[in-house]
């Protein structure tokens, strides 16, 4: 089946630096892959799309300085937290969209990131 | 409208019953409605989906109900077992992106 693989699946940082989190697709190519952030016992919440080879696009609210995104080839999108602080800690899971079909979204396990 | 309403917000069911999660939503233009299995800790997990040309969809002890007319969509869990014992999303896709909808916490007791 298909797998997503995101890496790591928890760090911990501090306050000021920035933390680089990895979403592959490890048995199939996706052009197209999300970027989420999920509270404490709440739904998923899309922060960004992410296009191999273009830019992303960021929902309202999200701050595209912040949060960078790169999507630099069809198994691999990175989201890095820049100057990371305490109210960016989370859990962020990054989905996978399977580039056949176009339609199914693969899951990665997420990562929980702890600023302190 | 880009909300997907989702109830019961919690569920309890003993072994071997059925579990019953229903959604809602506004937005005619979706096209594509997954349900998903997420564990704590985990991320969620494609369980079944369905298209709106289609009023039903089985696999395994899953089904998928879709009332188009109503804009409604519901899954049901046939002999739930405690390792169903997880949350639970319905999803709506528009304009290329998923929608959540708010979860379901279900506790299927022994």
């Known amino acids: 089946g298909a797998v997503v693989s995101q890496h790591p699946s928890r760090v911990i940082c501090k306050s000021g630096t920035s933390v680089k989190i990895e979403c592959r697709s490890l048995?199939?190519?996706?052009?197209?892959m999300f970027w989420y952030r999920q509270f404490p016992k709440q739904s998923l919440m899309l922060m960004a799309t992410?296009?191999?080879?273009?830019?992303?696009?960021?929902e309202q609210g999200v701050e595209k300085d912040k949060f960078l995104i790169n999507h630099a080839s069809l198994t691999l999108s990175t989201l890095t937290v820049t100057s990371a602080h305490p109210e960016d800690s989370s859990f962020y899971i990054c989905?996978?969209?399977?580039?056949?079909?176009?339609?199914?979204?693969?899951f990665g396990q997420g990562t929980r990131l702890t600023v302190v | 409208q880009q909300q997907v309403k989702q109830s019961p917000q919690s569920l309890i069911v003993q072994k071997g019953g059925i579990s019953i999660i229903n959604c809602a939503y506004e937005?005619?233009?979706?096209?594509?409605f997954p349900w998903y299995q997420q564990f704590p800790g985990k991320g969620p997990a494609l369980l079944i989906a369905?298209?709106?040309?289609?009023s039903e969809k089985k696999e395994g002890r899953f089904t998928i109900s879709f009332n188009k007319s109503a804009k409604q969509f519901s899954l049901h869990i046939m002999d739930s077992q405690p390792g169903d014992s997880a949350t639970y999303f319905c999803?709506?896709?528009?304009?290329?992106?998923?929608?959540f909808g708010t979860g379901t916490r279900l506790l299927v007791s022994p």
């Open positions: 369905i298209r709106p040309d289609v």
């Open positions: 048995d199939f190519q996706a052009t197209t």
């Open positions: 992410s296009n191999e080879g273009s830019k992303a696009t960021y």
């Open positions: 989905s996978a969209r399977e580039s056949g079909t176009n339609i199914f979204d693969f």
């Open positions: 999803a709506a896709r528009g304009f290329q992106k998923l929608v």
């Open positions: 937005n005619t233009a979706f096209d594509y």
